[in-house]
Structures are given as structure tokens and as C-alpha cells.
């Protein structure tokens, strides 16, 4: 299995601004992603991290919004821009493509808990 | 539409008693079914994944079973325990080679003493 940490574990912004969120991960990874889970919801995928190139949004979520980086198999960033009260929410980093069977396993973080005043 | 649903909504049982989780999916293609287990302010932790040729699989008191034909999948947790108070979430991934998951809403299991 795989250790994956994220910073802060939880924040308190005011709208308007920007919060950054860190992923980190004890070994090399294939694959990371980011979620965001509200209160009382399930997970939805936000995007998936491409290490070097660009990651991949899924629908109603974008760039401008979501950016975020991948420098390397271990590590990544998502940040939160201009931040509105409905943005408060838990966001999760996950990894997959250890040394797993072809299941695509993936390892969650323990999350940021994000509320926006 | 590939979407998972799960039942009940959420569950309360008292300690030691046993209990049973469902979980029935729309997903085609089909690769394999996922229970995890999440505690509150804390991220999904896997119990158990099954392909479609696993009937099922169990890990400690948790035995998670898979009708493929169905559908259907269970969790069903032994003799509780109040650490076992927590939302079970049932994932179905449609493609080995993908990793895009579709997560079922979760059943709150709260066990009293």
C-alpha cells in the first residue's frame, strides 16, 4: 500500500482568495487524482494529475478554477482559486499504479477540509 | 448511465450484532467492485476488491460477495464493533486499464454500545 499525505488538513479562507493543497506520496506512482467530496456526498473526481504535461478535468470543473501541478511521480499541487462559500468542502488526493495487481488500486489521502467565509 | 447505488442510507446497529450492506450497479463494461471504508475526517480506506469472476472475498469481519449476472454486491460485517461506526462506500471501476471510478453515495453504519 501506499502512505499519502495532504497539507493543510484543513484551512479556513476567506472568498476571493486562492488555496493551495499538497499531495504527497511515499513511493512513485503512475496515476494521481483529486476529489472533492461535500458534506454527506460521495466522491467526485475533479481532475486527474498528468506528471509533465497538463491534467485532465473532468466535466464542470476547469483549469482557471482547478489548476494544478505534477512535477513528479510522488508529488502534487491543487489549488483552489477565488474561493466561494460553496467551495467548502473536502478535497482528496488519490494515487494508484504501485506494485498492485491490474486492479488500478487507488490509495486516498486523509484530506483537506476546506471552508470558505 | 453508469451509476451505483447503495442501500440503506444509513444503518444503526448495536455492538456485536451483524449487518449487511448492498450495493447494486449499472456499470458495463464491467472490470471490478470496490468496498471501502471511510471514517469521519478521514480518506477511504480499501476493504476488499473483487473481479467479475470472485463470488467473494473477505478481510477480517468484512466478506464482500458479487452476483455479476445481477448486478448486486454485499458487505456483510460480523459481530460489529464500535470502530466499525464509519460510511461504506461500494466503487465499481468499468475498465482494468482506466482508472476512473464510479462511487456508489455510501451507508452511514453507526454502532452503539
Known amino acids: 500500500s501506499a502512505v499519502i499525505s495532504q497539507k493543510p488538513s484543513r484551512d479556513i479562507c476567506q472568498r476571493g482568495t486562492s488555496l493551495t493543497i499538497q499531495c504527497q506520496v511515499d513511493?512513485?506512482?503512475?496515476?494521481m487524482f483529486w476529489y472533492r467530496q461535500q458534506p454527506g456526498q460521495s466522491l467526485t473526481l475533479i481532475a486527474t494529475a498528468n506528471q509533465g504535461s497538463e491534467a485532465t478535468y473532468e466535466s464542470g470543473f476547469v483549469i482557471d478554477k482547478f489548476p494544478i501541478s505534477r512535477p513528479n511521480l510522488t508529488f502534487s499541487t491543487l489549488t483552489v482559486s477565488n474561493m466561494s462559500p460553496e467551495d467548502s468542502s473536502i478535497y482528496l488526493c488519490?494515487?494508484?499504479?504501485?506494485?498492485?495487481?491490474?486492479?488500478?488500486?487507488?490509495?486516498f489521502g486523509p484530506g483537506t477540509r476546506l471552508t470558505v467565509l | 448511465k453508469n451509476q451505483v447505488e447503495q442501500s440503506p442510507q444509513s444503518l444503526i446497529i448495536l455492538e456485536g450484532k451483524n449487518c449487511t450492506l448492498q450495493?447494486?450497479?449499472?456499470?458495463?463494461?464491467?472490470?471490478?467492485l470496490r468496498w471501502y471504508k471511510q471514517d469521519t475526517g478521514r480518506g477511504p480506506v480499501s476493504l476488499t476488491i473483487m473481479t467479475f469472476s470472485e463470488n467473494t472475498k473477505s478481510n477480517g469481519r468484512y466478506t464482500a460477495t458479487l452476483d455479476a449476472d445481477t448486478k448486486q454486491s454485499s458487505l456483510h460485517i460480523t459481530a460489529s464493533q464500535l470502530s466499525d461506526s464509519a460510511s461504506y462506500i461500494c466503487?465499481?471501476?468499468?475498465?482494468?486499464?482506466?482508472?476512473?471510478?464510479?462511487f456508489g453515495t455510501g451507508t452511514r453504519l453507526q454502532v452503539f454500545p
Open positions: 450495493c447494486n450497479y449499472t456499470v458495463s463494461p464491467f472490470s471490478n
Open positions: 513511493s512513485q506512482v503512475t496515476m
Open positions: 488519490s494515487a494508484s499504479g504501485l506494485n498492485t495487481p491490474s486492479y488500478n488500486e487507488q490509495f
Open positions: 466503487v465499481v471501476s468499468p475498465w482494468a486499464g482506466r482508472s476512473k471510478l464510479i
